[in-house]
């Protein structure tokens, strides 16, 4: 599994890369060369909305998530490890499984007339980037179970 998170971090610096290119490009077009194209514009706009979504898990994998280390610090191990597993079980899980189910009859409808741009001579595949509100939820949830099980077995220190 952790092969999985490490190649949705890879994809979210050739996202990151595409958004900055992309947006370089749509600038130095635009006021030097004096012409644009709207296929730039929404190749970044879907690259920045694939990035803000899977760049969730991203986060989570490097624990680098909202926590308040102030705290934390003067806690114990098994306190800390206790915390997290609360927060796995009463937040992660419950949040992210209801996005998951709200999140499935968009998708599946945008799937089935396989949306495009909402602009006229846009790109197409816009149902392809609106499917990472599905794999947002669903890494999450695969890292919240992992870490669960991890934090289970772990011995106390």
């Given amino acids: 599994m952790q092969k999985l998170f490490q190649w949705v971090r890879w994809f979210c610096m050739g996202l990151a890369t595409v958004v900055f290119l992309g947006q370089l490009a749509m600038v130095l077009m635009r006021y030097l ?15 920045f909305a694939s990035l803000v ?21 003067n806690w114990s191990d098994l306190f800390n490890r206790r915390i997290d597993m609360l927060g796995y079980l009463v937040l992660a899980i419950p949040v992210f499984a209801l996005m998951a189910w709200t999140a499935f009859p968009l998708v599946r409808s945008s799937w089935v007339i396989l949306e495009g741009s909402p602009e006229t001579g846009g790109l197409p595949g816009l149902f392809v980037v609106k499917t990472c509100l599905l794999v947002l939820p669903v890494l999450v949830l695969l890292f919240a179970v992992r870490r669960l099980v991890t934090l ?5 220190s």
């Fill in 53 to 73: 979504a899977l760049s969730v898990i991203v986060a989570f994998d490097a624990e680098k998530h909202v926590r308040v280390d102030v705290f934390r610090q």
């Fill in 152 to 156: 289970w077995r772990r011995p106390v």
């Fill in 33 to 47: 060369l004096g012409i644009g194209f709207l296929e730039v514009q929404d190749a970044v706009n879907y690259a």
